[in-house]
């Protein structure tokens, strides 16, 4: 049974503080024990969970950095070039090991890795939550929310994430060791805040509060050290790597920037906290409600300061200054570096303030667990969370569930193993007819001669036909037939239907959907296509009976474009809307 004094007590194992009065009839209801259990399954049921489902999801993104240029036998920036601003050592060796492991025809691999950082960090948190002075069962419930945290999907959803996450993780596990206050623990401490930094930029607010966490304890030596040498570190990292670090382009002035960070810090406050409660209107009141009280509980506990820095009650009141005063830093770092750049809702941002928001909100909810009905109130906002965020996270992960990029990364892969000619194409940023290359050498797709036949014709469609402003130099007519009933006129009496002569011309009109005119390309053979009255050109590959997904080329209005083919096939030119087109054999 829990101690009947208003003193808080030491928990033996954890080093946690138990619940001074708050919590109380919570312990007598069910035991620590039993929330200690509840939160380890959550972290098992959780991790399954979200890596069955994250399977259908496949690289985007900031992925393909790594992938392209980070790993595999010949990379092309090394280990320690900083990715965009930031130090990223550490996630591109996790990367090397992945692929060299796995490659990269199923993103699951990855997946596992960056959700096993982020269960990491909900327990981490959750010891935190705990230290700060939460009920273990209000640590649990907040927790469970955390892993789930709909409101931070980018995260979670989102491999390329381990280094923002593995931040997270290093910086907590640093703060623990901090408010242990042993020496081993201090070096410990140190070391993660020195590993933390190859993950990402963000570290440097962990480390930052560490040094103020030891201050708030007392040990200004350690302190010192602790800033002295991730500071050291950092900053010769930094002037090594000057000429690879390429900081993001803002749109005003620092000035500006300036002048506008209190404003976006307090939305991003306010949106962190409606998102996670989904309650509109509630972020504003529940970041006045959590700020206003942290200030008082400082200022009521004044003289906990001023007790031995091993004191139960300055180590807790430290754990909680220590981890809110790390979020308000948080805030205020991305207001400063992202508020021209970024909304202020955006989810990896929401992921970071409302995780190190859960050790002063649970304080808050363990503060109203003194009667059955408070303690039945408490509960239900728990469960509620939990629920809430767990269905935003399954809504906003479908996003990322498209395969059509991974299909025609395959298709196109295929055509090149097979030593098929393609044009230089670019299916999205750092995926490309290059970077795909690379892959097919390091037979880092997997076994290519599965794939199906469908995304190997919808290859051949943007992967070997090509569009261009002007008529290629030595090429003659490709044999074009306008599709029957289609023509409003024709040159050089060719009839409806009929294929068009060298320098002929068909007018054509059809109804959406419908096909124009079908073209046989060979190599050295191009057709001309005019556009009246639409801005997009749309063709599709046949092959037997067989058709690929209709690609669509931008053109201006009433302009012309010449097809041309890498290989002999038959192509169906495709009305987009209601369009007239004029083709010609030139």
Known sequence: MPSTSTSPT???????????????????????????????????????????????????????????NRVGDDPVAGIWAAHVEHWSTAPILIWKVLYAAFGMDSAAPYFAVQLLVHVISAH????????????????????????????????????????????????????????????????????????????SGVSITFAIAGALTLLLMGRVVRAVVLGLVTGGVYLSWYALNTENIRPPEHGSS????????????????????????????????????????????VGDDAATWRAPADDPRRVQLAALTSITGTALLQVASFAVNRNDISTPDTSRYLYFVIGLSLPLLGVVLSRFTRSPWQTALVGGILVYLVIEQGLLLVSQERQYESPQLQHDT?????????????????????????????????????????????????????????????????????????AAGSARGTADGVGDGAPLGPGACAATSVVPGSVAAT????????????????????????????????????????????????????LELVADSGQDLTVCAP
């Open 519 to 570: 073209v046989s390309l060979q190599p050295g053979t191009t057709v001309a296509v005019t556009v009246e009255d639409g801005t997009s050109l749309v063709y599709r590959v046949l092959q037997g009976d067989a058709r690929s997904r209709t690609i669509g080329i931008t053109v201006p209005v009433n302009g012309t474009r010449w097809l041309t083919s890498r290989t002999t096939m038959e």
């Open 124 to 199: 981490l948190l959750w010891r935190l939550i705990r230290r700060a002075g939460a009920h273990t069962w209000v640590a649990t419930g907040l927790a469970a929310s955390f892993l789930v945290l709909g409101s931070g999907w980018d995260n979670i959803t989102w491999a390329f994430q381990v280094g923002f996450i593995g931040s997270l993780a290093l910086g907590l596990g640093s703060l623990l060791l901090v408010l242990r206050g042993t020496g081993r623990a201090f070096v410990l401490a140190v070391a993660l805040s020195v590993l933390s930094l190859t993950f």
């Open 254 to 297: 620092p000035v500006d920037r300036l002048s506008n960070a209190p404003r976006w810090a307090w939305q991003l406050l306010g949106s962190s906290y409606e998102s996670y409660t989904a309650v509109i209107g509630a972020g504003a009141v529940l970041a006045l409600l959590l700020v206003g009280f942290f200030v008082w509980r």
């Open 10 to 68: 030491t928990d033996a194992r954890e080093g946690a503080l138990a619940p001074s009065g708050p919590g109380r009839l919570l312990q007598r209801v069910a035991g620590e024990g039993a929330a200690v259990a509840a939160h380890l399954a959550s972290l098992v049921v959780g991790y399954l969970a979200l890596w069955v489902l994250l399977l259908g999801t496949w690289f985007h993104g900031d992925d393909f950095e790594f992938l392209a």
């Open 410 to 482: 395959l298709g196109l892969a295929a055509l090149i193993e097979a030593g098929e000619p393609v044009d230089s194409v670019a299916l999205a940023v750092d995926v490309n007819t290059t970077s795909i290359t690379k892959w097919v050498e390091e037979e880092a797709l997997g076994t290519l001669s599965d794939v199906p036949a469908q995304y190997v014709l919808d290859a051949r469609g943007f992967g070997q036909v090509a569009s261009h402003p002007d008529q290629p130099a030595d090429t003659t007519a490709a044999t074009v037939r306008p």
